[in-house]
């Protein structure tokens, strides 16, 4: 998987654009879709999604929020204490997921944010803040597919130009079936090995490829 950028900066990227909402929302109390849409018309998000060095580790979380605000019109602030490290608010968790979702995906934050809205990722903050990041990623792409109106399976049989009738046939799978977890009807995560492994062979794709809620392995980590 291609990602964003180099994952040496990630770490960085994450408290920083965390840090940042955390300044916006809690430090001067605007409204966090006020605060997200000033970062994504402002120069500040294509910088950061691109992988500038100078804004993902060059720029604290606070300073990050006083650009923001400079290039939205808003004036800087006199002062703004970055966060505590110690007390993590759902805000910090939200920039800090996004952040680890752009690189993992490279995504805009702007695309990310026409098909799930920063508040239905703030949303997600219990219960996701006390699970692996990846977790979140997982349900993040559910939640993209499902606005795009588009399954997993779909988009492989798709790739593979199949229509659902061929796919049928290959696999041996009926097509009402087909249908079925293509539009949701039914969770292919659930499905019995044997319909899966069909699917899979049919598609010339391993079995957790096919998965809504695909398993991350050891090597997609490092």
């Not at 291609?2 to 001067?28: E, F, P, R, T």
């Not at 349900?139 to 499902?146: N, P, T």
């Not at 199949?162 to 039914?186: H, N």
Request: glycine share 8%; net charge negative; hydrophobic share 35%.
């Amino acid at each position: 998987m291609i990602h964003a950028y180099d994952k040496s900066y990630l770490s960085a990227a994450q408290k920083n654009l965390g840090g940042m909402l955390d300044c916006l929302v809690n430090g001067l109390g605007h409204p966090l879709e006020e605060a997200w849409q000033w970062f994504l018309t402002g120069r500040l998000s294509a910088r950061f999604q691109r992988g500038d060095c100078t804004v993902l580790a060059g720029m604290s979380g606070a300073e990050l929020a006083c650009e923001v605000l400079s290039q939205a019109g808003e004036g800087r602030p006199e002062s703004l204490l970055p966060p505590t490290p110690w007390d993590r608010s759902p805000e910090y968790w939200t920039g800090w997921a996004l952040a680890y979702y752009q690189w993992e995906r490279g995504l805009s934050f702007g695309e990310i944010q026409r098909l799930v809205p920063i508040t239905a990722v703030r949303a997600m903050y219990v219960p996701y803040h006390e699970m692996d990041v990846r977790q979140f990623a997982d349900r993040m792409d559910q939640l993209c597919r499902a606005a795009q109106g588009e399954s997993t399976l779909k988009r492989l049989r798709l790739t593979a130009g199949m229509s659902q009738s061929e796919l049928a046939k290959q696999s041996g799978v009926p097509v009402r079936t087909i249908q079925q977890y293509e539009q949701g009807q039914k969770e292919i995560d659930h499905a019995r090995g044997e319909t899966l492994l069909r699917l899979a062979r049919a598609l010339a794709c391993s079995i957790e490829d096919i998965l809504e809620n695909r398993p991350t392995s050891p090597e997609e980590v490092s």
